[in-house]
C-alpha cells in the first residue's frame, strides 16, 4: 500500500529509479565490450607476429639457397675452365691434324672422280700383261761384228752433262719464293740442307735410289716440287711424275702440296696429265711400261709410309723412295 502510494503520489522518483537501472546496465554492457576488445586486442598482435616470423624465415631460406646456387655456379664454372683447358692442351692439335686429313681425302676423292670418268671412255676391256723391260741406263750394247761392247757410263754421271742447269735451278730455289711464277715451276724457297739432298740424288744417285725423310710428308712434297722442276727444265713435256701411296689420304696431301707449290690445277693430275696418284705399286709398274713405250720418262715417287719398295720399280730411270722414320711411319698410322 505504501508504495504504491509513494509511486502515485512521486512519479518523478520513480523515473529517476529507471533511469539510473538502465545507465547501470549501460555501463555493464561497455565494461563487457571494453574486455572483450582487450581480448581480441592480443590475438591479433600474435598473428602479426606470425606472419613477421614466417616472412623472416622465407627471406632466411631464400638468402641461403641463393648463397648455395652462387657457390655451386662458381665450382660449375671452375670444372668448365678446366675441361677446356684439358680438351685444348689434348686434343686441339690432333683435331687440326684429322682436319687436314679430311680436306686432303677430299681433294683426292674429287679428283679421282674426275679421272675416273675420264678414263672409263678408253678402258680396255682386255687386261694386257705387265711387261717389264730394263732401264737404258742399264744396258750394254754389243756390237756383234765387231764383238765389241760399248760401256754405259756410270749412273751418277747421267746428269753431268746437265750440271749447270741443275746448279742454277739450286739457285733460284734458295731465293725468294715466287708466288706468281709460270705453272710447273716452284713457287717456295728450299734451305740449304733440301738443296744438298737435291744434289746428292742428281749427281750421286744418278736420279734413282732413296732418301732419308725430311721429317714429315709436307717437306717431302716440297722437296719433290723441287725435283719435278728441275726435270721440267730437263726434259718438258715428254715425262710423267708417279706418285705412289697406299692410303687415299696420303695422295690428298701430295695432290694439295705439288698443287700450291707448283701453281697447278686439278687438270694437272689425270691419266693423260703431269702428275698421276697411285695407290698400288701395279698400277705404276704398268704406267711407266706404257711411257717408256710412247718414248717418254717416267719419274716414280714412293710416299715415306710404304715400307718396301718393288724390284721391277728400281729397274727404272728415276725414282725416289723416301725412307721415313719408325716414329713417322708409327705417327702417320696413327692419324690415318
Same mark, same amino acid.
Do not use: H
Given at each position: ?11 518523478? &522518483? @520513480? ?16 565494461? &563487457? ?11 591479433? !598482435? ?17 638468402? =641461403? ?18 675441361? @677446356? ?6 686434343? &686441339? ?22 679421272? #675416273? ?16 723391260? %730394263? ?17 754405259? %757410263? ?6 753431268? %752433262?746437265?750440271?749447270?742447269? /741443275? ?11 715466287? $708466288? ?10 728450299? !734451305? ?9 740424288? $742428281?749427281?750421286? #744417285?744418278?736420279?734413282? *735410289? +732413296?732418301?732419308?725423310?725430311? *721429317? ?7 722437296? +719433290?716440287? *723441287? ?18 701411296? =697406299? ?13 700450291? =707449290? ?7 693430275? *689425270? ?24 718414248? @717418254? ?8 709410309? @710404304?715400307? +718396301?719398295?718393288?724390284?721391277? /720399280?728400281?729397274? $727404272?730411270?728415276?725414282w725416289l723412295a723416301f725412307a721415313g722414320s719408325d716414329s713417322e711411319i708409327y705417327d702417320d698410322l696413327e692419324l690415318n
Amino acid at each position: 500500500m505504501k508504495n504504491t502510494e509513494i509511486s502515485k503520489n512521486n512519479p518523478e &522518483k @520513480e523515473l529517476k529509479i529507471d533511469n539510473s537501472i538502465s545507465n547501470d546496465k549501460k555501463d555493464q554492457i561497455s565494461n &563487457k565490450n571494453t574486455t572483450q576488445n582487450k581480448k581480441i586486442a592480443p590475438r591479433k !598482435d600474435k598473428q602479426i607476429k606470425s606472419l613477421d616470423e614466417i616472412s623472416k624465415e622465407i627471406f632466411s631460406d631464400l638468402v =641461403s639457397k641463393k648463397d648455395s646456387l652462387a657457390k655451386e655456379i662458381k665450382e660449375l664454372e671452375t670444372k668448365k675452365f678446366e675441361l @677446356e683447358k684439358d680438351i685444348d692442351s689434348n686434343f &686441339k692439335g690432333q683435331s687440326d691434324n684429322i682436319a687436314k686429313r679430311v680436306k686432303g681425302f677430299q681433294e683426292y676423292l674429287t679428283g679421282a672422280l674426275q679421272n #675416273l670418268s675420264q678414263s672409263v671412255e678408253k678402258l680396255e676391256l682386255v687386261s694386257q700383261p705387265i711387261i717389264v723391260k %730394263p732401264s737404258p741406263l742399264d744396258e750394254k750394247k754389243q756390237d756383234i761384228s765387231t764383238g765389241k761392247i760399248d760401256n754405259v %757410263p756410270a749412273i751418277s754421271e747421267t746428269f753431268k %752433262p746437265d750440271e749447270q742447269i /741443275i746448279k742454277n735451278c739450286f739457285l733460284t730455289f734458295t731465293e725468294q719464293p715466287d $708466288f706468281y711464277a709460270e705453272p710447273w715451276k716452284l713457287r717456295r724457297s728450299l !734451305d740449304a740442307s733440301d738443296i744438298e739432298t737435291m744434289d746428292d740424288w $742428281f749427281f750421286n #744417285l744418278g736420279g734413282r *735410289g +732413296s732418301l732419308e725423310s725430311r *721429317g714429315s710428308r709436307q717437306k717431302n712434297a716440297l722437296l +719433290s716440287a *723441287g725435283l719435278i722442276s728441275i726435270l721440267g727444265e730437263l726434259y718438258g713435256d715428254q715425262f710423267q711424275t708417279l706418285i705412289l701411296a =697406299s692410303q687415299p689420304e696420303r695422295l690428298g696431301e701430295w695432290r694439295r702440296i705439288l698443287q700450291d =707449290s707448283l701453281g697447278l690445277t686439278r687438270d694437272d693430275f *689425270g691419266p693423260n696429265s703431269g702428275i698421276v696418284l697411285f695407290e698400288r705399286p701395279e698400277g705404276v709398274i704398268e704406267r711407266a711400261d706404257r711411257l717408256e713405250a710412247n718414248e @717418254e720418262l717416267p719419274f716414280i715417287i714412293i710416299d715415306a709410309a @710404304e715400307r +718396301s719398295v718393288e724390284i721391277p /720399280i728400281i729397274q $727404272f730411270p728415276l725414282w725416289l723412295a723416301f725412307a721415313g722414320s719408325d716414329s713417322e711411319i708409327y705417327d702417320d698410322l696413327e692419324l690415318n
